[in-house]
Antibody
Framework: EVQLVESGGGLVQPGGSLRLSCAAS????????MHWVRQAPGKGLEYVAA????????YHADSVRGRFAISRDNSKNLLFLQMGSLRAEDTAVYYC??????????????WGQGTLVTVSA | DIQMTQSPSSLSASIGDRVSITCRAS??????LAWFQQKPGQVPKLLIY???ILQSGVPSRFSGSGSGTDFTLTITSLQPEDVATYYC?????????FGQGTRVELK
Protein backbone atom coordinates (compact mmCIF):
# COMPACT_ATOMS: atom_id res chain seq x y z
CA GLU A 1 0.00 0.00 0.00
CA VAL A 2 1.31 3.42 -0.97
CA GLN A 3 1.86 5.67 2.03
CA LEU A 4 2.94 9.30 2.03
CA VAL A 5 3.43 10.97 5.39
CA GLU A 6 4.20 14.67 5.54
CA SER A 7 5.86 16.38 8.48
CA GLY A 8 7.51 19.66 9.36
CA GLY A 9 4.55 21.99 9.28
CA GLY A 10 3.80 24.48 12.02
CA LEU A 11 3.58 28.13 12.96
CA VAL A 12 6.28 30.39 11.56
CA GLN A 13 6.72 34.15 11.50
CA PRO A 14 6.64 36.11 8.23
CA GLY A 15 10.06 35.99 6.64
CA GLY A 16 10.88 32.71 8.34
CA SER A 17 11.77 29.29 6.99
CA LEU A 18 10.47 25.74 7.24
CA ARG A 19 11.45 22.42 5.75
CA LEU A 20 8.66 20.01 4.93
CA SER A 21 9.38 16.32 4.57
CA CYS A 22 7.37 13.53 3.02
CA ALA A 23 8.22 9.93 3.89
CA ALA A 24 7.21 7.50 1.17
CA SER A 25 6.64 3.77 1.42
CA UNK A 26 4.85 0.96 -0.40
CA UNK A 27 6.36 1.66 -3.81
CA UNK A 28 9.73 2.09 -5.51
CA UNK A 29 10.25 5.76 -4.66
CA UNK A 30 13.16 6.29 -7.05
CA UNK A 31 11.05 5.48 -10.11
CA UNK A 32 8.33 8.10 -9.65
CA UNK A 33 8.14 11.85 -9.98
CA MET A 34 6.80 13.61 -6.92
CA HIS A 35 4.73 16.73 -6.33
CA TRP A 36 3.75 19.32 -3.72
CA VAL A 37 0.26 20.83 -3.84
CA ARG A 38 -1.14 23.27 -1.29
CA GLN A 39 -4.57 24.39 -0.18
CA ALA A 40 -5.15 27.60 1.73
CA PRO A 41 -7.93 27.45 4.35
CA GLY A 42 -11.29 27.28 2.60
CA LYS A 43 -9.70 27.68 -0.83
CA GLY A 44 -8.93 25.52 -3.84
CA LEU A 45 -5.90 23.46 -4.80
CA GLU A 46 -2.70 25.20 -5.91
CA TYR A 47 0.12 23.35 -7.64
CA VAL A 48 3.42 24.24 -5.98
CA ALA A 49 6.32 22.11 -7.21
CA ALA A 50 7.40 18.90 -8.88
CA UNK A 51 10.58 16.85 -9.22
CA UNK A 52 11.29 13.99 -11.59
CA UNK A 53 12.38 10.60 -10.40
CA UNK A 54 16.14 11.25 -10.35
CA UNK A 55 15.99 14.92 -9.28
CA UNK A 56 17.35 15.95 -12.65
CA UNK A 57 14.41 18.24 -13.31
CA UNK A 58 12.37 20.43 -10.99
CA TYR A 59 9.50 22.86 -11.38
CA HIS A 60 8.29 25.58 -9.03
CA ALA A 61 5.16 27.69 -9.41
CA ASP A 62 5.68 31.40 -10.03
CA SER A 63 4.20 32.16 -6.60
CA VAL A 64 7.03 30.29 -4.83
CA ARG A 65 9.92 30.37 -7.29
CA GLY A 66 13.07 31.71 -5.67
CA ARG A 67 11.67 31.13 -2.17
CA PHE A 68 10.87 27.40 -2.13
CA ALA A 69 12.96 24.47 -3.32
CA ILE A 70 11.84 20.91 -3.92
CA SER A 71 14.33 18.09 -3.48
CA ARG A 72 14.45 14.37 -2.77
CA ASP A 73 16.66 11.70 -1.23
CA ASN A 74 16.04 8.45 -3.08
CA SER A 75 18.28 6.51 -0.68
CA LYS A 76 15.91 7.39 2.18
CA ASN A 77 12.59 7.57 0.29
CA LEU A 78 12.14 11.18 1.30
CA LEU A 79 10.73 14.23 -0.50
CA PHE A 80 11.41 17.73 0.77
CA LEU A 81 10.14 21.24 0.35
CA GLN A 82 12.47 23.90 1.69
CA MET A 83 10.42 27.04 2.27
CA GLY A 84 11.94 30.46 2.86
CA SER A 85 10.89 34.13 2.99
CA LEU A 86 7.49 32.90 4.08
CA ARG A 87 4.48 35.14 3.69
CA ALA A 88 0.99 35.11 5.15
CA GLU A 89 -0.35 33.94 1.79
CA ASP A 90 1.76 30.77 2.07
CA THR A 91 -0.51 29.62 4.90
CA ALA A 92 -2.00 26.35 3.71
CA VAL A 93 -2.13 22.61 4.05
CA TYR A 94 0.75 21.21 2.00
CA TYR A 95 0.18 17.85 0.34
CA CYS A 96 2.87 15.55 -0.94
CA UNK A 97 1.86 13.52 -3.97
CA UNK A 98 3.18 10.61 -6.05
CA UNK A 99 2.93 10.81 -9.79
CA UNK A 100 0.56 8.68 -11.82
CA UNK A 101 3.25 7.64 -14.31
CA UNK A 102 6.49 5.64 -14.15
CA UNK A 103 7.93 7.27 -17.22
CA UNK A 104 7.21 10.98 -17.11
CA UNK A 105 5.85 13.78 -14.93
CA UNK A 106 2.07 13.92 -15.14
CA UNK A 107 -0.37 14.38 -12.29
CA UNK A 108 -0.87 13.26 -8.71
CA UNK A 109 -2.21 9.77 -8.23
CA UNK A 110 -1.55 9.27 -4.52
CA TRP A 111 -1.84 11.97 -1.86
CA GLY A 112 -0.50 12.30 1.65
CA GLN A 113 -2.68 13.56 4.49
CA GLY A 114 -1.07 16.99 4.40
CA THR A 115 0.77 19.18 6.87
CA LEU A 116 -0.45 22.62 7.92
CA VAL A 117 1.85 25.62 7.58
CA THR A 118 0.71 28.81 9.27
CA VAL A 119 2.60 32.02 8.64
CA SER A 120 1.69 34.61 11.22
CA ALA A 121 3.29 37.03 13.65
CA ASP B 1 0.00 30.47 -18.95
CA ILE B 2 -3.05 28.39 -19.75
CA GLN B 3 -6.03 29.10 -17.50
CA MET B 4 -8.50 26.43 -16.40
CA THR B 5 -12.08 27.58 -15.82
CA GLN B 6 -14.70 25.35 -14.27
CA SER B 7 -18.44 25.86 -14.40
CA PRO B 8 -20.59 26.04 -12.48
CA SER B 9 -18.82 27.07 -9.27
CA SER B 10 -21.44 25.19 -7.31
CA LEU B 11 -24.53 23.15 -7.95
CA SER B 12 -27.30 21.52 -6.01
CA ALA B 13 -28.86 18.29 -7.25
CA SER B 14 -31.07 15.46 -6.03
CA ILE B 15 -30.13 11.84 -5.46
CA GLY B 16 -30.23 10.04 -8.77
CA ASP B 17 -29.77 13.18 -10.87
CA ARG B 18 -27.33 13.39 -13.74
CA VAL B 19 -24.68 16.00 -12.93
CA SER B 20 -22.24 17.58 -15.35
CA ILE B 21 -19.28 19.83 -14.60
CA THR B 22 -17.39 21.64 -17.34
CA CYS B 23 -13.72 22.56 -17.45
CA ARG B 24 -12.41 24.86 -20.15
CA ALA B 25 -8.76 25.45 -20.97
CA SER B 26 -7.72 28.79 -22.44
CA UNK B 27 -5.56 26.90 -24.97
CA UNK B 28 -5.63 23.35 -26.26
CA UNK B 29 -4.21 20.72 -23.93
CA UNK B 30 -5.01 17.59 -25.97
CA UNK B 31 -6.33 15.06 -23.43
CA UNK B 32 -3.94 15.92 -20.58
CA LEU B 33 -6.73 16.58 -18.15
CA ALA B 34 -7.41 15.05 -14.74
CA TRP B 35 -10.40 15.28 -12.42
CA PHE B 36 -10.14 15.13 -8.63
CA GLN B 37 -12.77 14.74 -5.94
CA GLN B 38 -12.28 16.25 -2.49
CA LYS B 39 -14.87 15.38 0.12
CA PRO B 40 -15.25 17.71 3.10
CA GLY B 41 -12.30 17.33 5.46
CA GLN B 42 -10.58 14.79 3.23
CA VAL B 43 -7.62 14.56 0.91
CA PRO B 44 -8.16 14.98 -2.84
CA LYS B 45 -8.68 11.79 -4.80
CA LEU B 46 -7.86 11.18 -8.46
CA LEU B 47 -11.01 10.19 -10.36
CA ILE B 48 -10.12 10.48 -14.03
CA TYR B 49 -6.98 11.10 -16.07
CA UNK B 50 -6.32 11.35 -19.76
CA UNK B 51 -9.66 13.19 -19.91
CA UNK B 52 -11.68 9.97 -19.86
CA ILE B 53 -9.72 7.15 -18.19
CA LEU B 54 -11.36 6.08 -14.96
CA GLN B 55 -8.91 5.58 -12.11
CA SER B 56 -8.99 2.11 -10.57
CA GLY B 57 -11.69 1.74 -7.91
CA VAL B 58 -13.73 4.76 -9.00
CA PRO B 59 -17.44 3.97 -9.48
CA SER B 60 -18.59 3.68 -13.08
CA ARG B 61 -21.20 6.41 -12.58
CA PHE B 62 -18.30 8.84 -13.02
CA SER B 63 -17.14 9.56 -16.56
CA GLY B 64 -15.04 12.13 -18.35
CA SER B 65 -15.07 13.40 -21.89
CA GLY B 66 -13.52 16.04 -24.09
CA SER B 67 -10.27 17.04 -25.69
CA GLY B 68 -8.53 20.19 -26.73
CA THR B 69 -10.10 22.95 -24.68
CA ASP B 70 -13.45 21.64 -23.47
CA PHE B 71 -13.92 18.85 -20.96
CA THR B 72 -16.81 17.44 -18.94
CA LEU B 73 -17.07 15.36 -15.78
CA THR B 74 -20.40 13.56 -15.56
CA ILE B 75 -21.97 11.73 -12.64
CA THR B 76 -24.80 9.67 -14.14
CA SER B 77 -26.74 9.10 -10.92
CA LEU B 78 -25.75 11.30 -8.00
CA GLN B 79 -25.24 9.50 -4.69
CA PRO B 80 -24.99 10.98 -1.18
CA GLU B 81 -21.30 10.07 -1.01
CA ASP B 82 -20.64 12.21 -4.10
CA VAL B 83 -21.07 15.42 -2.12
CA ALA B 84 -17.68 17.02 -2.64
CA THR B 85 -15.72 19.66 -4.46
CA TYR B 86 -14.45 18.61 -7.87
CA TYR B 87 -11.31 20.01 -9.50
CA CYS B 88 -9.92 19.68 -12.98
CA UNK B 89 -6.18 19.95 -13.64
CA UNK B 90 -4.15 20.24 -16.80
CA UNK B 91 -0.92 18.29 -16.91
CA UNK B 92 0.34 18.66 -20.46
CA UNK B 93 3.02 21.17 -19.48
CA UNK B 94 3.95 23.37 -16.59
CA UNK B 95 2.28 25.02 -14.83
CA UNK B 96 -0.04 22.11 -13.99
CA UNK B 97 -2.90 24.42 -13.14
CA PHE B 98 -6.05 23.41 -11.27
CA GLY B 99 -9.48 24.78 -11.98
CA GLN B 100 -11.10 26.76 -9.19
CA GLY B 101 -13.35 23.89 -8.14
CA THR B 102 -17.04 23.01 -8.35
CA ARG B 103 -18.94 22.29 -5.14
CA VAL B 104 -21.64 19.64 -5.49
CA GLU B 105 -24.36 19.60 -2.83
CA LEU B 106 -27.58 17.69 -2.30
CA LYS B 107 -30.88 19.43 -2.89
Amino acid sequence: EVQLVESGGGLVQPGGSLRLSCAASGFTFSTYAMHWVRQAPGKGLEYVAAINNNAGSTYHADSVRGRFAISRDNSKNLLFLQMGSLRAEDTAVYYCGRDLSHTTVTTVECWGQGTLVTVSA
Amino acid sequence: DIQMTQSPSSLSASIGDRVSITCRASQAISRYLAWFQQKPGQVPKLLIYGASILQSGVPSRFSGSGSGTDFTLTITSLQPEDVATYYCQKYDTVPRTFGQGTRVELK
